[in-house]
């Protein structure tokens, strides 16, 4: 009796079920979205388009990077570290200090920006040579760091661009 009454009633429940669906499509038409709505959405999306070109500018600035190999290199890296102290509006740049083996217990220490040597010098192991050139280091980093947006226009600039005719 039970399964007769379940048998009967599964028809029952499609067809209540299936016109429940249709209804239910028939209410949702898709209407057109008023031109105010379309504009505002198209001003939003280009507000954030400006803003997504705004934050791919962004970038980690003033990395120093320590590619030294004996001790007083790493002296030098760290006295250098101590003095350093980053320009106002500069962006752009990471530092790299590395070091390369030379004779006996004197090494060649450079200090590069971005791939641009900037120092160049031999390093001693005696602590008074190693403050000094760190010092020097420090102070010719800075300068080149606050010329460096104008290096980078006189690069660019329409002087080096050449106009093609030879």
Excluded at 9 to 29: E, M, N, R, Y
Excluded at 130 to 149: K, S
Aim: hydrophobic content about 40%.
């Amino acid at each position: 009796m039970k399964l007769l009454l379940s048998i009967l009633l599964i028809p029952v429940c499609i067809g209540v079920c299936s016109a429940q669906t249709d209804s239910i499509k028939a209410s949702k038409q898709i209407k057109e979205a008023p031109d105010d709505l379309k504009q505002l959405l198209k001003e939003i999306t280009e507000e954030k388009a400006k803003k997504v070109g705004k934050d791919a500018d962004l970038e980690i600035d003033g990395l120093l990077f320590d590619e030294t190999k004996t001790k007083s290199g790493r002296d030098f890296y760290d006295l250098f570290y101590r003095d350093w102290e980053a320009p106002v509006n500069v962006k752009n740049y990471s530092i790299f200090v590395s070091e390369k083996p030379y004779r006996l217990t004197t090494t060649q220490i450079q200090v590069r920006i971005n791939e641009t040597l900037v120092f160049q010098s031999f390093l001693q192991p005696r602590g008074d040579i190693v403050e000094t050139l760190a010092q020097q280091a420090v102070a010719r980093t800075q300068v080149y760091l606050q010329n460096y947006e104008a290096i980078l226009k006189q690069l660019e600039g329409a002087d080096r661009a050449g106009s093609g005719i030879f």
